[in-house]
């Protein structure tokens, strides 16, 4: 990765981890190769979600038709979606309930963003305003809410306990990571307590996608024991990417502006490990302005930049693409663990 100063942010820009949604997957020939031989299969199956996803934004209250319709159409690379369709194609799912599954992720992901930007105040998400912003707090809960139940009535067509269990455990820990994370802004925050933080917030849909594909597919205990714990690593890892790319990434691909995450007083890894060994004053000085000047940010920035609080948390993150990987060898080969085996890979370092 190129560490770059590229300074400038969005005003209260949205803070969630969406970081590999709109930099995309198919940076290089290698991703495109492998949807090339899953082209009738997995990716075909990402596309119908589409169609699925407007379906549900116009089935809700007219009031919340274009909100939601805006919110679930904005883009992303549909991440979630694609590690449970994968996982699932390890085995033999019915297409129907996978269609179903795989919906039913990606609206719970779509509701957590909306009620994330409700409580980080978040002006924009992708470069356009949040429904938050362009709709008021009120019709933004409202959309929220209604996506939280659409989430779990797809998963009642399919009826399987497991997945309603394992999408319920994501959920609350969803809620308990973001409250957590509201309450800690600003405020001194142990490595130990980060790590449960982004197991709650990040790591559990990743988890709970993994272990819903390898149940309608068919799998294993011991094979879906496996994928939720890929699934648990490679979100933990995608977490501690973004913190490195909220300090050094463009914030034109990240969706939201650099620093972020210091303005808004969120205390993430780099930062925990800066504190103890850089110009801690600096760095809790931005924490602790709700309003941090350009100058003073950037201070913050290169207050912790000037220590190796960035090698560290990479380090640490390839750890847990190896954690991930090694759990994948006992999955089927077969090109759905490849894609599995390159997203784990392509989490760490992402190119700016």
């Known amino acids: 990765m190129d560490y770059k100063m590229l300074h400038g942010r969005d005003s209260r820009g949205a803070s969630s981890p969406s970081t590999m949604e ?3 997957l198919d940076r290089s ?3 495109t190769e492998l949807q090339d031989g899953l082209a009738d299969g997995a990716f075909e199956t990402v596309k119908e979600i589409e169609g699925l996803l407007a379906g549900v934004a116009k089935r809700a209250p007219e009031k919340l038709t274009e909100p939601a319709m805006e919110s679930l159409t904005s883009g992303g690379k549909r ?18 309930n996978l269609l179903a599954a795989s919906t039913a992720i990606e609206v719970l992901h779509t509701a957590t963003l909306i009620h994330d930007d ?4 978040a002006e924009t998400r992708r470069g356009v305003p949040t429904t938050v912003a362009k709709y008021g707090r009120e019709t933004a ?12 009535s797809e998963l009642s067509r399919i009826g399987n306990p497991r997945l309603i269990r394992a999408f319920s455990e994501a959920a609350e820990g969803l809620a308990a990571g973001e409250l957590e994370q509201y309450r800690a802004n600003g405020a001194t ?3 130990e307590a980060y790590m449960d933080h982004i197991r709650k917030k990040t790591a559990g849909l990743f988890r709970a996608a993994c272990v819903a594909g390898g149940t309608l597919g068919g799998l294993s205990l011991r094979q879906i024991d496996a994928l939720a714990t890929y699934g648990q690593a490679l979100g933990i890892a995608f977490q501690m990417s973004d913190d490195v790319m909220d ?7 990240m969706g939201k502006g650099i620093g972020t995450d210091l303005v808004e007083g969120t205390v993430t890894l780099p930062v925990i490990f800066a504190l103890g060994k850089g110009d801690a004053p600096v760095i809790r000085k931005v924490l602790a302005d709700p309003d941090p000047s350009q100058e003073l940010l950037d201070a913050g920035i290169e207050a912790v930049l000037a220590t190796d609080a960035v090698s560290k948390t990479e380090a640490w993150a390839f750890g847990e693409v190896e954690l991930a990987l090694e759990e994948l060898k006992l999955l089927p080969d077969g090109p759905e663990r490849d894609v599995l085996e390159f997203v784990a890979a392509e989490v760490v370092g992402r190119d700016v």
């Open 22 to 24: 709109s930099e995309g």
């Open 29 to 31: 020939t290698g991703m």
């Open 79 to 96: 991440l979630r979606p694609l590690l449970l369709i994968l996982s699932a194609r390890m085995g033999e799912p019915d297409q129907d």
């Open 118 to 121: 409700i409580v980080d105040e």
């Open 141 to 152: 809960i409202a959309t929220g809410d209604y996506l939280f139940a659409e989430s779990f």
């Open 189 to 191: 925050v142990e490595v």
């Open 247 to 253: 300090l050094v990434g463009k914030p034109g691909l």
